[in-house]
């Protein structure tokens, strides 16, 4: 069985929204009809977005660090949006685990949205249906696009490839790897959602330094300088490595 | 979560349509075993029909919460899996059976179905009475688990909110019956409230305990696990949007924790101790206005506990929404 999901790499994400924009302008120009927004250039302008980005401050000043944390539908494998949907437009593809909303049958009850506990659900509010990623499932079999942009607009527009697009049962795939590799993991594990979506954590690369090798254990006297010149007599360091 | 309007009126109203349903049939049952005096055939007849017009308008109340309602005939196709959908099948089965039951009673075709060895004779208002008792507790079922069912909502996910959900429906719907009593059939306004009065009194426990858990709930979900990043101390500085999103609009109820408080304070007096009150003078003074105040006094305290009921739930998406830079 296929599924489908992202891994976002926090360690990489720069926070530049442009996985926002392109999901935007590639979901709002589909067959699908547009996001709605409302008042866009008024002082509050609002609309539906599949995707967003969010900066979160971890730790107190001057120990900070800065997350930018892409967020959007995880498509879990135990959905829980699915199984309340009560005309079935909320529903998960066998083939490929991708969660769609029919807009065509959905009724706007917004009960999906309820049963989810990421908040990945938008009404739109002009066309009153639910909306949510579709994992650009319009872009990634379209055979009229060569094969290496069949990926979702967010992954192509990242500039630091922070967002990575595979099959995550599929134990060779890049995102498996990743997930394996660099210690992926998903999102509120505590509701047995199974997110398929998973995270990479930021990464620090440290050196371990022992003390012996900033102390020469060889210089006891801490006298710097040229070691004295070995006697004739005394080991070699061939010697002494042969014993 | 933001408490809808429409869904507050749709709650309560059905709630009242079936509790004046289980009170009038209640009532027969007595009657059916001479516990009680059996009343005219229009007594039953017009209180079904005054349940279905509360139903009725509980269930108009509830297309104002669909985007789409031309498209609410599909929501009876889920039933295997959505609590939701087995309310909307639920709902109308209930109606029909409040029509059925009230217009046999009131044209009087009323045939026997059974004769028990015992000599009784069961009627149809009797077996329509049974079928509209067991669809009533299946509605009240059905409208509770829509919210019971939503495991990381923990304040509604509880046996509790279904719980709640029989004893409130089944208060004001008896307290309905006792001023439909008072006003058509005076000796039997004494069954009515003090049902009414029990079923009140039960439901101030099982809404006090479902308070009192609440409070000290310890929310499973935290930033933490949210963002999955574990450090004691993370605060949001941008939410992806400054003018509001969907988020922001359906799951923050925007009230200030004073206002919850008094609104809490409201319903539990107009709720509980107010109609306990009047339905407890009721008793001995018999009259139309006491429970007449006490019905008008316990549905908008219902009206204050279900927007309570709502905005008390904390959403684990907040949890995205908590700063905008």
């Given at each position: 069985?296929?599924?489908?999901a992202?891994v976002i790499d926090l360690?990489?994400?720069v926070g530049?929204?442009?996985?926002?924009?392109?999901?935007?302008e590639?979901?709002?120009?589909?067959?699908?009809?547009?996001?709605?927004?409302?008042?866009?250039?008024?002082?509050?302008p609002t609309?539906?977005?599949?995707n967003?980005v969010?900066?979160?401050?971890?730790?107190?000043?001057?120990?900070?660090?800065?997350?930018?944390?892409?967020?959007?539908?995880?498509h879990?494998?135990d959905?829980?949006?699915?199984?309340?949907c009560?005309t079935?437009?909320?529903?998960k593809?066998?083939q490929?685990?991708?969660?769609l909303?029919?807009?065509?049958?959905?009724?706007?009850?917004?009960y999906?949205?309820?049963?989810?506990?990421?908040g990945?659900?938008?009404?739109?509010?002009?066309?009153?249906?639910?909306?949510?990623?579709?994992?650009?499932?319009?872009?990634i079999?379209d055979?009229?696009l060569?094969?290496?942009?069949?990926?979702?607009?967010?992954?192509m527009?990242c500039?630091?490839?922070?967002r990575?697009?595979?099959d995550?049962?599929?134990?060779?795939?890049?995102?498996?790897?990743?997930?394996r590799?660099?210690?992926?993991?998903?999102l509120?594990?505590?509701w047995?959602?199974?997110?398929?979506?998973?995270?990479?954590?930021?990464?620090?690369?440290?050196?371990?330094?022992h003390?012996?090798e900033?102390?020469?254990?060889?210089?006891p006297?801490?006298?710097d300088?040229?070691?004295?010149?070995?006697?004739?007599?005394?080991?070699?360091?061939?010697?002494v490595t042969?014993? | 979560?933001?408490?809808a309007?429409?869904?507050v009126f749709?709650?309560?109203?059905?709630?009242?349509g079936?509790?004046?349903?289980?009170?009038?049939?209640t009532?027969?049952s007595?009657?059916?075993?001479d516990?009680?005096?059996r009343q005219?055939?229009?007594?039953y007849?017009w209180?079904?029909?005054?349940?279905?017009?509360?139903?009725?308008?509980?269930?108009?109340?509830?297309?104002f919460?669909?985007?789409?309602?031309e498209?609410?005939?599909?929501?009876?196709?889920?039933w295997?899996?959505?609590?939701?959908s087995r309310e909307?099948?639920?709902?109308p089965?209930?109606?029909?059976?409040?029509?059925?039951?009230?217009?046999?009673?009131?044209?009087?075709?009323?045939?026997?179905?059974v004769?028990?060895p015992?000599g009784?004779?069961?009627h149809?208002?009797?077996?329509?009475?049974?079928?509209g008792?067991?669809?009533?507790f299946?509605?009240?079922?059905?409208?509770a688990?829509i919210?019971?069912?939503?495991r990381?909502?923990q304040?509604w996910?509880?046996?509790?909110?279904v719980i709640?959900?029989?004893?409130?429906?089944g208060?004001?719907g008896?307290?309905l019956?006792?001023?439909?009593?008072a006003?058509f059939a005076p000796a039997?306004?004494?069954f009515?409230?003090?049902?009414a009065?029990?079923?009140?009194?039960l439901?101030?426990?099982g809404?006090?305990?479902?308070?009192?858990?609440?409070?000290?709930?310890?929310?499973k979900?935290t930033t933490?696990?949210a963002?999955?990043i574990?450090h004691?101390?993370i605060?949001?500085?941008?939410?992806?949007?400054?003018g509001?999103?969907?988020?922001?609009?359906?799951?923050?109820?925007?009230k200030s924790q004073?206002?919850?408080?008094?609104?809490?304070?409201?319903?539990?007096?107009?709720v509980f101790?107010g109609?306990?009150?009047?339905?407890?003078i009721?008793?001995?003074?018999?009259?139309?206005?006491?429970p007449?105040?006490?019905?008008?006094?316990?549905?908008?305290?219902?009206?204050a506990?279900?927007w309570?009921f709502?905005?008390?739930?904390?959403?684990?998406?907040?949890?995205?929404?908590?700063?905008v830079?």
């Amino acid at each position: 069985m296929t599924q489908l999901a992202l891994v976002i790499d926090l360690n990489v994400c720069v926070g530049c929204h442009a996985c926002v924009t392109s999901c935007k302008e590639w979901n709002t120009s589909g067959s699908a009809g547009p996001l709605c927004d409302e008042h866009p250039y008024g002082a509050d302008p609002t609309g539906t977005f599949f995707n967003r980005v969010q900066t979160f401050e971890v730790g107190q000043y001057p120990n900070t660090e800065t997350v930018h944390f892409p967020k959007s539908c995880l498509h879990c494998e135990d959905p829980p949006c699915v199984p309340v949907c009560p005309t079935g437009a909320s529903y998960k593809r066998k083939q490929d685990g991708i969660v769609l909303v029919d807009y065509d049958k959905c009724i706007g009850c917004k009960y999906c949205s309820w049963a989810c506990p990421y908040g990945a659900r938008e009404i739109d509010e002009k066309q009153k249906v639910m909306k949510k990623c579709t994992l650009c499932v319009d872009r990634i079999y379209d055979t009229t696009l060569p094969e290496s942009d069949r990926k979702p607009a967010c992954v192509m527009a990242c500039p630091t490839s922070a967002r990575l697009f595979g099959d995550i049962h599929d134990a060779e795939s890049v995102v498996s790897k990743a997930i394996r590799e660099n210690a992926g993991y998903d999102l509120m594990p505590e509701w047995g959602t199974h997110p398929a979506n998973h995270y990479l954590p930021r990464r620090k690369t440290n050196l371990k330094i022992h003390e012996d090798e900033l102390e020469r254990a060889d210089n006891p006297l801490k006298v710097d300088g040229k070691l004295p010149k070995p006697k004739k007599s005394d080991p070699t360091l061939d010697d002494v490595t042969s014993w | 979560m933001r408490p809808a309007l429409s869904v507050v009126f749709l709650t309560t109203l059905i709630g009242v349509g079936q509790g004046l349903f289980l009170a009038l049939f209640t009532q027969q049952s007595y009657a059916l075993f001479d516990l009680l005096p059996r009343q005219d055939g229009r007594f039953y007849g017009w209180g079904s029909l005054l349940a279905l017009v509360f139903a009725l308008a509980g269930l108009i109340a509830s297309f104002f919460h669909l985007g789409h309602p031309e498209r609410a005939w599909r929501t009876a196709t889920q039933w295997r899996t959505s609590w939701l959908s087995r309310e909307v099948i639920v709902l109308p089965a209930f109606m029909g059976i409040l029509f059925l039951y009230g217009v046999s009673h009131l044209s009087g075709f009323d045939p026997v179905m059974v004769a028990l060895p015992g000599g009784l004779n069961i009627h149809a208002t009797i077996v329509l009475g049974w079928a509209g008792t067991i669809l009533a507790f299946a509605l009240f079922v059905s409208t509770a688990m829509i919210y019971a069912c939503l495991r990381f909502l923990q304040e509604w996910h509880s046996p509790l909110t279904v719980i709640n959900f029989i004893l409130l429906g089944g208060a004001s719907g008896f307290t309905l019956a006792t001023l439909y009593a008072a006003m058509f059939a005076p000796a039997q306004a004494g069954f009515f409230g003090g049902w009414a009065l029990i079923i009140t009194m039960l439901g101030l426990i099982g809404r006090s305990v479902s308070l009192w858990r609440n409070a000290r709930l310890r929310q499973k979900s935290t930033t933490q696990t949210a963002i999955g990043i574990k450090h004691p101390r993370i605060v949001q500085k941008a939410q992806g949007a400054m003018g509001g999103s969907f988020n922001t609009r359906e799951f923050f109820h925007g009230k200030s924790q004073l206002f919850l408080f008094a609104l809490k304070l409201t319903f539990l007096l107009l709720v509980f101790a107010g109609p306990v009150i009047l339905l407890a003078i009721n008793i001995s003074y018999p009259s139309i206005l006491l429970p007449g105040i006490a019905f008008v006094a316990q549905y908008a305290g219902l009206l204050a506990e279900r927007w309570y009921f709502f905005a008390e739930a904390n959403h684990p998406q907040n949890l995205y929404y908590q700063g905008v830079s």
